[in-house]
C-alpha cells in the first residue's frame, strides 16, 4: 500500500498545481481582455484629432487680423482687406458683428468662387468645381451644411428700478433664466407680429423639440436649446448680406442674452468632424464674453482595415462582458450575503454594469450617427444640429474611461501571487482604516483653521477694544487720575485777558473744569477788576501780619480765599 504522508503529499502537490493553472488562466484571460478593451477604447480617440483641433482653431476662431484679397466683384468690398482680429477680443457687439463679416465668412467661404456680378448666387455656385466648393480657406476641410446664429433673449421689464430713477429709466432686462426668457414671435426690428404671418423669419421663436436642441451649459449659465435663428448662405455673398441685414435690423440688442454659432466641418483627410459650438453672452452689465468650444469626433467608425480589426474587438469585448455577467450572477446566487461583503465583487460589478451601459450608447450613438448621415444625403444645403450626438459621444468616452480605470484596478488583484505585490496590497489594507481617518482630516482641517484663524482674531480684536474703553471709561470718571496743566494754562489766559481788558462778554460763561472758579454770567469786567484788586489788597495785608511765613505758605492761602471770594 502507498504510504499515507506520501499520498497527502502528492495530493497538496495537485491542489497546487490545479491552483497554478486557474491563476495562470485568469491572468492570461484577463490580460487579453483588458488589451482589447483598451483597443476599443483609444480607438474611439484618433491620435490626429489633437492637431485637427488645434488647426481650426487657429484658423476660425484665434486667427488674428490679416490682409484678404478679395475677387473682383465678389461683393465682399473693402471690409474684407483686413480680417478682425482673434475671437477672445471680442468684448461688445460692434466687434462680434466685425469679427462674424470680416474673420469667419472669408475663412468659411474661400475666394475660389466665381466673382461675376451679372449671375445670381445660383449660377454663380453651379459654375464652381462640385468637389471644391464647399472647402474652407485651407482646402483640408469642408463645410458640413450651412452655418447658423442662434439667439436667446429676456423679456424686458424683468427686474425693479429703483424708485428715484423709475422716471427716467425705462425698462429694466434681469439675467437669463428660464422665466424671463423671450419666447414670442415678431417681426423685423422686434416689432408687433401680424397674427396672420406664419412665415418662419429670423425673429420667429423656434422651440427646442423643433430644433433638436438641448440645454447648454455656458460660463455664465445654463441655456435653452431653442431660440431666434438666422442661417447663413452657402457662399460668402449670401453671408455677408445676411448677416448685414441682421445688424442693420438690430437682431442684436440689449434684450439679447445669448448667441450661439454653429457650424460644423468634416475632414476628409483624417475622417474626422469638427463640431463648433461658441456661445457669446451679452450679461446685463454690458460687454460680450465668448465662449468657444470644438468637438473632434468620428462618426464612420469602421473606414480602413484597422477599424476593421477594432470592430472584431469590440465583438470579442462584448463576448467577455456577457462572460462575467453569467459568473457573477452564479457567484450571487451561490454567496448570496456573502457576496457582497467582497470589496473586489463590488469592482467586477461596476465593470459589468458599466459594460452594458457602454454598449447600449454604443449603439444609441450608431443610430443617431446613421440618422444624420440619411439627414445630409438628402439635404445638403440644410443645417445638422450635432450637439445630440456630440452630447451622447462625451458621455460614452466617459463611461468607457471608468471601464478602463477600474479594470485595471482590478488587474493589480491578479498579481497577489507575487510577493512584493502581495507584501503592497497587504500593507495598503493595514493602512486603510488610518489612512481613511487621515483623508478625513486633511479635507476637513483647511476648513477648520480658517474658521479657528476667524475666531481668534475676532476674539483678540475684541478683547483689545474691550482693554482700551475699560481704561476710557476709568480715566474719564475717576478725576484725580487727570493732570492739572491745562487747568493752570487756562487761568493764565484768562488773567492776560483780564489785564489787558480783554474779559468775557456779558452773558458769556467761562467753563468749569472740575471743581475750579466759574464766573458768574452778571459779573461784567469792572466788577472783575474790583475784585483782583481786594484779593491782592488781602494778600499784602497778610504779608505785613505775618512775615515769618514760608513764602510758599501764604500763596495757597491767598489762592484759596481768593477762590472763595470769587465764588461769593
Known amino acids: 500500500m502507498p ?22 488562466r485568469e491572468i492570461i484571460f484577463y490580460v487579453a ?11 474611439n480617440r484618433d491620435p490626429r484629432s489633437s492637431d485637427v483641433y488645434n488647426t481650426v482653431w487657429n484658423t476660425f476662431l484665434q486667427c488674428g487680423p490679416e490682409t484678404v484679397t478679395p475677387p473682383a466683384g465678389s461683393g465682399w468690398g473693402d471690409r474684407a482687406v483686413l480680417t ?96 424671463d426668457q423671450e419666447s414670442d414671435d415678431y417681426a423685423a426690428g422686434w416689432q408687433p407680429a401680424n397674427s396672420s404671418d406664419a412665415a418662419v423669419t429670423p425673429w420667429t421663436y423656434r422651440k427646442a423639440s423643433e430644433l433638436d436642441g438641448w440645454p447648454y451649459w455656458a460660463q455664465m449659465g445654463v441655456y435653452n436649446g431653442g431660440g431666434y435663428l438666422a442661417e447663413l448662405g452657402l457662399d460668402a455673398n449670401s453671408s455677408l448680406g445676411t448677416l448685414d441685414s441682421l445688424k442693420e435690423a438690430a437682431w442684436l440688442d440689449p434684450l439679447t442674452r445669448a448667441l450661439f454659432l454653429e457650424f460644423v466641418l468634416y475632414h476628409p483627410n483624417v475622417n474626422l468632424y469638427t463640431v463648433c459650438l461658441t456661445v457669446f453672452e451679452f450679461p446685463q452689465t454690458g460687454g460680450v464674453i ?115 480605470f477600474l479594470s485595471t484596478l482590478k488587474f493589480l488583484r491578479l498579481l497577489r501571487f507575487n510577493s512584493r505585490m502581495s507584501m503592497l496590497w497587504q500593507t495598503l489594507q493595514a493602512a486603510a482604516s488610518p489612512m481613511a481617518s487621515f483623508m478625513i ?30 481704561a476710557f471709561q476709568r480715566v474719564k470718571h475717576d478725576l484725580s487720575m487727570q493732570q492739572n496743566e491745562y487747568e493752570i494754562v487756562e487761568f493764565m489766559l484768562g488773567r492776560m485777558r483780564a489785564l489787558v481788558g480783554l474779559g468775557n462778554r456779558k452773558g458769556q460763561v467761562q467753563p468749569a ?41 501764604p500763596v495757597v492761602v491767598a489762592e484759596s480765599k481768593k477762590r472763595r471770594i470769587i465764588s461769593a
Open 84 to 179: 478682425a482680429g482673434p475671437l477672445t477680443q471680442i468684448t461688445s457687439q460692434e466687434k462680434l458683428w466685425r469679427w462674424l463679416s470680416m474673420s469667419l465668412v472669408p475663412r468659411l467661404y474661400p475666394d475660389h468662387l466665381v466673382a461675376d456680378p451679372a449671375l445670381n448666387n445660383s449660377d454663380r455656385v453651379a459654375l464652381v468645381q462640385e468637389d471644391v466648393k464647399r472647402f474652407t480657406v485651407e482646402h483640408n476641410a469642408m463645410l458640413v451644411g450651412r452655418p447658423r446664429l442662434r439667439q436667446l433673449r429676456v423679456r424686458n421689464d424683468t427686474c425693479e428700478v429703483t424708485s428715484v430713477f423709475r422716471g427716467h429709466v425705462h425698462g429694466c432686462r434681469d439675467t437669463y433664466g428660464p422665466v
Open 441 to 470: 482630516v486633511f479635507f476637513i482641517g483647511p476648513a477648520v483653521f480658517v474658521l479657528f484663524t476667524l475666531l481668534v482674531s475676532f476674539v483678540l480684536v475684541n478683547m483689545f477694544l474691550t482693554i482700551v474703553i475699560e
Open 33 to 43: 481582455f483588458l488589451y482589447l478593451l483598451m483597443m476599443v477604447a483609444y480607438s
Open 3 to 24: 504510504d499515507v504522508e506520501e499520498l497527502s503529499a502528492a495530493r497538496e502537490k495537485r491542489f497546487k498545481e490545479m491552483k497554478m493553472h486557474g491563476v495562470i
Open 513 to 553: 473744569s472740575h471743581g475750579y472758579v466759574t464766573a458768574e454770567p452778571d459779573l461784567d469786567d469792572a466788577r472783575l477788576q474790583r475784585v483782583l484788586k481786594r484779593i491782592d489788597l488781602l494778600v499784602d495785608t497778610l504779608h505785613d501780619e505775618c512775615p515769618d511765613l514760608d513764602d510758599e505758605e
Open 290 to 404: 465668448p465662449f468657444p468650444r470644438l468637438f473632434v469626433i468620428r462618426l464612420d467608425r469602421y473606414v480602413g482595415s484597422f477599424m476593421s480589426v477594432v470592430m472584431g474587438a469590440e465583438v470579442i469585448v462584448a463576448c467577455f462582458i456577457v462572460f462575467f455577467t453569467v459568473r457573477e450572477l452564479r457567484l450571487i446566487c451561490k454567496q448570496r450575503k456573502a457576496y457582497f461583503a467582497e470589496f473586489w465583487n463590488w469592482i467586477e460589478m461596476l465593470v459589468v454594469t458599466l459594460s452594458w451601459v457602454s454598449i447600449v450608447m454604443y449603439f444609441y450613438r450608431l443610430l443617431i450617427s446613421n440618422q444624420l448621415s440619411a439627414q445630409y444625403r438628402k439635404d445638403k444645403e440644410r443645417f445638422l444640429n450635432f450637439q445630440y450626438v456630440t452630447m451622447w459621444e462625451e458621455l460614452y468616452q466617459l463611461f468607457f474611461s471608468w471601464i478602463i
